[in-house]
């Protein structure tokens, strides 16, 4: 369908070459077209018209609140986490987003994904929105800075970790004034798949993730993970899964 239409449209509108890219290699992607302007001007034309035709089945909008001031890499890290979690094809909206200049993100729209179909449009509205209320009007300097935290190695007796290793009591250090609380939280994706998340700044990984470790703290009678590239590291919450 989509070669006969190309093929229909350098004939219409007597292009020399229309060029679409083999790979996505962005988000946003460029047709480039060789043609006359006012032949140029009808496949632009002709162009929209099928993609407001596939944006009216299968776009689901969400509008980004007015205060919300993230960053650009706060926003990659967030949309990477949304698809994971739901399959679905996240997109922010304007292509310039990125652009500090063009005022960031107003629009994400979402697709269906290739495996769960709709269902992942509706769950990705569904954790997109949550998100939203959940932060509320934050700042980039909210948003990309957690509380200071240290991992000092007290010698406790019976504080034992698993996998066959010793480690310490895990000690955090007083966070800065300013800066909302660390916290993450378990979720699971449409494939069955757990995962934590990290408030506010958006970090995650998959359990079985070979840069984190799981450990016991004999003591406390808790699991807690820490990541061996940065040092990382939190106690599990109750789980809910």
């Known amino acids: 369908d989509a070669r006969d239409f190309f093929s229909d449209l ?19 992607q460029d047709i480039k077209i ?14 929209q018209e099928r993609l407001e035709s596939c944006y009216e089945s299968e776009r689901l909008r969400v509008n980004v609140p007015v205060d919300c001031r993230w960053s650009a890499k706060k926003w990659e890290q967030q949309l990477k986490a949304w698809q994971t979690e739901s399959g679905a094809v996240v ?7 990125r652009n500090p200049e063009g005022g960031g993100a107003k629009e994400l729209w979402i697709f269906p994904g290739v495996v769960c179909g709709k269902s992942s449009r509706a769950y990705a509205e569904k954790r997109i929105r949550m998100k939203f209320d959940e932060d509320g009007a934050l700042d980039d300097d909210a948003v990309v800075a957690g509380p200071a935290v240290a991992v000092a190695n007290a010698e406790t007796d019976g504080a034992s970790a698993g996998v ?3 480690a310490g009591t895990p000690i955090v250090a007083a966070g800065a004034e ?4 660390v916290s993450w939280s378990k979720y699971q994706d449409l494939n069955g798949y757990k995962y934590w998340y990290r408030e506010p700044d958006g970090k995650w990984f998959y359990e079985g993730d070979k840069k984190w470790n799981k450990f016991f703290h004999d003591v406390n ?3 807690w993970w820490w990541e061996t590239d940065t040092g990382d590291w939190f106690y599990e919450p109750p789980s809910k899964l």
Not at 91 to 97: G, L, R, V, Y
């Open 91 to 97: 997109i922010a909206w304007p292509p310039n987003w």
């Open 221 to 223: 009678q808790r699991y």
């Open 164 to 166: 066959g290793s010793t």
């Open 10 to 28: 350098k004939r219409k509108c007597r292009a020399s070459t229309v060029l679409v890219p083999q790979e996505v290699y962005s988000d946003w």
């Open 178 to 181: 300013g800066r909302p609380p």
């Open 34 to 47: 060789w043609a006359t302007q006012k032949g140029g001007h009808r496949a632009m034309s002709l162009l």
